[in-house]
C-alpha cells in the first residue's frame, strides 16, 4: 500500500499568516493527489485536486504544488473560515490511502 | 445538481450487522464507482472499497474484507454497504463517494450494548 506522510499533525496561525501542510507518499502516485478540508460534523470538501488544480469555488488563497514526493497545499493568507482539518488522498492505486489530517487552529 | 443522500444514524448491538444506504441523484449512477469511507471520531478518513454499480464488480482494502459487502441497485440508484460482525471499533461515521469528489452526508453508526 502507498503511506502517505502528512505534516504537521496540528499548527496554530494567526490570521494573514503564509500556511503550508504537506504530504509525502511513500510510492510514485504522479500527481494523482487530492487536498480536502473538512469542518466538524462535516463532509470532506475537495479544496485542490489532480496536486495543484483548485476545485471550483475554492479561494483562490489556496494552492497545491509537488516536488517529487512531496506534495503541499498552501494557503497565502490565513482567514478564520479556514481553521479546520485538511487532509491528503492519494488515487493513484489501490487502496486509496489518506494522510492522517492536519488540524489547522487559531493563534 | 449531483445528489448522495444517506441513510440515518444507527445504533447497533456488538456483534450484529448494519446495512447503510447511499442514494444516487443527478447523474447516470453507473457512470462512477462508488466509493465508502470510514472516519471514526476525533481520527482521519480510511478508504474501505469501492464497487462499480454497472456490474457489481468491487474493490476493498484489506482490512475491510472481512467486514464490508459492498452492493448497488440499478433499479433504485442506491448504493449498500453492510458492516459485520459489529466492534466497539466499527463506531464511525460512514460517507459514500463518487469520484471523491462529491460527498454524501455521512451516517453515524454507533455501536454499543
Known amino acids: 500500500d502507498i503511506q502517505m506522510t502528512q505534516s504537521p499533525s496540528s499548527m496554530s496561525a494567526s490570521l494573514g499568516d503564509r500556511v503550508t501542510i504537506t504530504c509525502q507518499a511513500s510510492q510514485d502516485i504522479g500527481n494523482n493527489l487530492i487536498w480536502f478540508q473538512q469542518k466538524p460534523g462535516k463532509s470532506p470538501r475537495p479544496m485542490i485536486y489532480y496536486a495543484t488544480n483548485l476545485a471550483n469555488g475554492v479561494p483562490s488563497r489556496f494552492s497545491g504544488s509537488r516536488s517529487g514526493s512531496d506534495y503541499s497545499l498552501t494557503i497565502s493568507s490565513l482567514e478564520s473560515e479556514d481553521m479546520a482539518d485538511y487532509h491528503c488522498?492519494?488515487?493513484?492505486?489501490?487502496?486509496?490511502?489518506f494522510g492522517a489530517g492536519t488540524k489547522l487552529e487559531l493563534k | 445538481e449531483v445528489l448522495l443522500q444517506q441513510s440515518g444514524a444507527e445504533l447497533v448491538r456488538p456483534g450484529s450487522s448494519v446495512k447503510i444506504s447511499c442514494k444516487a441523484s443527478g447523474y447516470t449512477f453507473t457512470d462512477y464507482y462508488m466509493h465508502w469511507v470510514k472516519q471514526r471520531p476525533e481520527q482521519g478518513l480510511v478508504w474501505i472499497g469501492r464497487i462499480n454499480p454497472a456490474n457489481g464488480n468491487t474493490v476493498y482494502a484489506e482490512k475491510f474484507k472481512s467486514k464490508a459487502t459492498l452492493t448497488a441497485d440499478k433499479s433504485s440508484n442506491t448504493a449498500y454497504m453492510q458492516l459485520s460482525s459489529l466492534t466497539s471499533e466499527d463506531t464511525a461515521t460512514y460517507f459514500c463517494?463518487?469520484?471523491?469528489?462529491?460527498w454524501g452526508q455521512g451516517v453515524m453508526v454507533t455501536v454499543s450494548s
Open positions: 488522498l492519494q488515487y493513484k492505486q489501490y487502496p486509496y490511502t
Open positions: 463517494t463518487i469520484m471523491v469528489i462529491i
